[in-house]
């Protein structure tokens, strides 16, 4: 612990920004190191339609980012001069959203392009909250208009694929390379106007194994409490970018430091100080970190389950102390966990459907009978909860035979089931996870029987 805060201590000892440029560089396939071949041919696609027509396009922002430190970029947007407008008049399948920025999704198959217009930072026309809050943003201007008033310097990079150049105004590429998250003007100001600033600065030192700068991690404790005024749609999205960093239990591990996880995951004080409950969400937040890094899609509900299920866990428990069914039980301790979480950052009710599902067939786990295990198969969340009862096997919350068991279960086809669970002795109630004796039953003999075979 020590070696990494003198590492930290170090590193933004001489992370000082270097001198701004008076110009974009424009920098290079021997200085940016970009493979062309790992850009999405269909953002390629949009940029080369735009060009042809007259218009600058460039691919912009966390693609470029991560294709210069050399991860692998989720998605691809677009920056162009061309208008909403202008762009959906090129594209057969595209549409404009948004309300505070157009943008435009052009649409190829499941890849969904999002090309914005470049945009300035028109002061006298913007609207703002009592607290400094953008609303609404739409002036258009010009490509260095747009460098400037993107957020961190390492997002304010543009790749041309035709050329492949990288056009960077603020060292954002000498930032990446020292691994320092710096914003763009002044911090207090920036994170004043969108709050959420504050997270993905988090989000990219966890991410890119990164230090903030100092000039921009100064605000952050004084500044927290601006999460509240954003729209609760919007710490949702961003919730899940923090989980789905790559490097999970750090991040939180960060935002609990910053004191910004009160108005995300308010639960978080109890989670790190719990050995048994970090051990779980270490073990959880493992496996999403490897998903991530190998490509493989997450699930929200799933996330969220794991989060919250130490607090579940412990009121489940409390109540069946109290005498409650288990079921009864851990419906009570799930509308109570959901509640707490509710009170800072409401989870959608969709994925709270998924989420209970889960949590519910933990208890089924326990005493389900032979002839209910197959209704149990036709539940639609029954993997994630087979794969969640794996979860708690790796924490020794549960029997790792009977949770192997379940698995194989999931894995087999309709023959190899039938076999299983024809061969299947349930386990007890106990929860220790061994098999029950079977009782034998002497024979009830009425009692003219007696009589006839005592004669």
């Known amino acids: 612990m020590l070696t990494q805060t003198i590492r930290n201590f170090v590193s933004r000892l001489f992370s000082a920004a270097p001198p701004t440029p008076k110009g974009p560089q424009r920098l290079g396939v021997a200085q940016h190191h970009i493979d062309r071949r790992l850009v999405s041919r269909h953002a390629i696609k949009v940029c080369e339609v735009l060009q042809d027509k007259g218009y600058e396009a460039y691919i912009v922002g966390g693609a470029v980012r991560d294709l210069i430190v050399g991860l692998e970029p989720k998605d691809f947007d677009v920056a162009t001069n061309a208008t909403p407008e202008q762009v959906r008049a090129l594209f057969r399948r595209a549409r404009i959203i948004g309300r505070r920025f157009k943008l435009v999704h052009v649409v190829f198959g499941r890849e969904i392009i999002e090309t914005s217009t470049f945009r300035t930072d028109a002061k006298e026309t913007e609207i703002v909250d009592a607290h400094g809050r953008i609303l609404q943003d739409n002036d258009y201007g010009e490509l260095k208009d747009d460098a400037l ?76 409490n601006l999460i509240n005024h954003v729209p609760e749609s919007r710490l949702f999205d961003e919730s899940i970018k923090l989980l789905s960093c790559g490097n999970a239990l750090h991040c939180l591990k960060l935002i609990h430091q910053e004191g910004l996880h009160q108005h995300l995951f308010p639960q978080l004080d109890l989670l790190l100080a719990d050995e048994d409950a ?4 270490d073990n959880a937040l493992a496996r999403t970190d490897s998903r991530v890094r190998s490509g493989r899609t997450i699930s929200p509900s799933f996330l969220f389950a ?68 197959w209704r149990m198969l036709e539940q639609p969340r029954f993997r994630a909860s087979v794969d969640f009862l794996q979860l708690r096997a790796a924490v020794r919350e549960v029997d790792s035979v009977e949770a192997q068991w379940w698995m194989d279960l999931a894995n087999a086809d309709t023959d190899q089931r039938a076999v299983l669970i024809a061969e299947r002795t349930p386990p007890t109630r106990t929860g220790t996870g061994k098999r029950p004796r079977r009782r034998t039953r002497r024979p009830r003999h009425s009692t003219s029987t007696s009589q006839t075979q005592n004669d």
């Open 149 to 224: 008033r993107r957020d961190f310097t390492l997002n304010a990079l543009y790749y041309d694929p035709t050329t492949e150049t990288v056009i960077d105004y603020h060292n954002g590429v000498h930032d990446l390379t020292h691994r320092t998250v710096r914003i763009i003007g002044d911090a207090t100001t920036r994170y004043r106007e969108d709050p959420v600033r504050m997270l993905r600065a988090v989000r990219f030192a966890a991410k890119l194994d990164a230090t903030i700068d100092p000039t921009t991690h100064a605000p952050i404790p004084q500044l927290a």
């Open 306 to 373: 794991t989060l919250l299920w130490p607090t579940v866990k412990q009121k489940w428990l409390a109540y069946q102390k109290q005498g409650q069914p288990a079921a009864q039980a851990i419906a009570e301790a799930s509308d109570e966990a959901l509640a707490l979480q509710a009170k800072a950052m409401p989870i959608q009710k969709r994925f709270q459907a998924d989420m209970r599902e889960i949590w519910f067939t933990q208890a089924r786990f326990d005493r389900v009978n032979n002839r209910a295990i």
């Open 278 to 281: 970090l051990a779980f969400i």
